[in-house]
DNA sequence: GTGAAGGCCTAAAGGCTATAGGCTGGGCGG
DNA sequence: CCGCCCAGCCTATAGCCTTTAGGCCTTCAC
């Protein structure tokens, strides 16, 4: 009686939870069981194994992003694009960190060719749209914007800046600077870059 | 009898290797104890718990980074100075990447007031020398490297450039040269940068 | 109404951390 | 030289985790 609706995507939603009220590595399947009133091995009905629900985790926690992502960079062009896209990471960093933390690993082929990967990708294009950095090095640029962007969360995270002065508040003002100056004045051809000392 | 001669320093140093080969979290006690040919509960006279090991094993390998990235950056200036402190990191994130793994967690106290710890910012603190970025802004830039290259090595370790074009290596040299244009050309103050748009 | 299937259950095996308590050999004081 | 003590390993055990196997009840289609 009482049969609890479990679903896939259930499941999945309850672990995503789960990691956002008490951390990516609280998620396993005896707690998640827990929490949905079941016992363990029913969520195998629903879910391949402990690896699938992670997955299943970092593909939701990917659409999310995207979605903000993509709400934060519309309307916009240049640096305020380019501000909205980092921000839109932040946030959803700081507001979903166990989904977040579901990102930061090794994900599944289901993962990487996921629309919403395609999506964030694309949405990083049209921001290098507003700046003068020619095609051919717009991979170069994507990544190194994910690079830093990425980096710098986590090594907020990690309390990489706990122990130094300034709030990452304001060296995260200038990470932003930093990177639309970058864009802005994005270095030519390696060769023209040799050597400046 | 053929007592193991354990130590503390030589169970985090099997843990270590132990990290590179299988995987930082292939890293157990029972892992461990199973390497050294020995029941588990016998490594707990060495290390307080589980925590303590990895601390053990971060604290090792902050050390030997800091170590490589010296040698790297020692007798250099500017723009060389920069890509042996990148890519010293990167060098180590390669041949120990269990190694590295350990440092890319929340660490204890023990780690984060090391002589190592100190000395990797001490190290970036001595690349800026070569740029001409002011005193006040050292902090934000000595973030900003750090948030770039181990931005860019975490997505290169869970396979973040594997689905699209050009070698990580070709956006590796790219990010190098846009680390070194930046600090060259570092923003000035953040209301001098505001709005171009 | 009945049979198949779906969805939850209990049981159990095997790996992990951690604590408690026992055995032993070598060094050291008497 | 003898015996004691302790360092350093051991076994036993508890508790939590994943995963598989097999059973039972409910529902739905025919």
Redesign the interface.
Known sequence: MNRAALTASAVVADAASLADEAGFDAVTLSAVARRLGVRTPSLYSHVRDLEALLDGVAALALAELAARVADAVAGR????ALEGYATAHRAYARDSPGRWQSL????GDAV??SEAARET?ALARAVLR?YPVPQT?H??AV??L???????L??E?????D????SPE??W???V??L???L????AA?RD?K???
């Not at 062009?77 to 305020?80: D, E, F, L, T």
């Not at 122990?163 to 300034?166: K, L, V, W």
């Open positions: 062009a240049g640096r305020a930061q690993r090794r994900a990487v060719r990708v507003g090095e991979v170069h990544r190194l994910g690079s830093t962007i990425n980096g710098f986590a090594l995270r990690i309390g990489g800046f122990h130094s002065e300034p304001a060296s003002s200038r990470t600077d930093a639309d100056a970058l802005l004045a994005w270095p390696p870059r050597a400046p000392l």
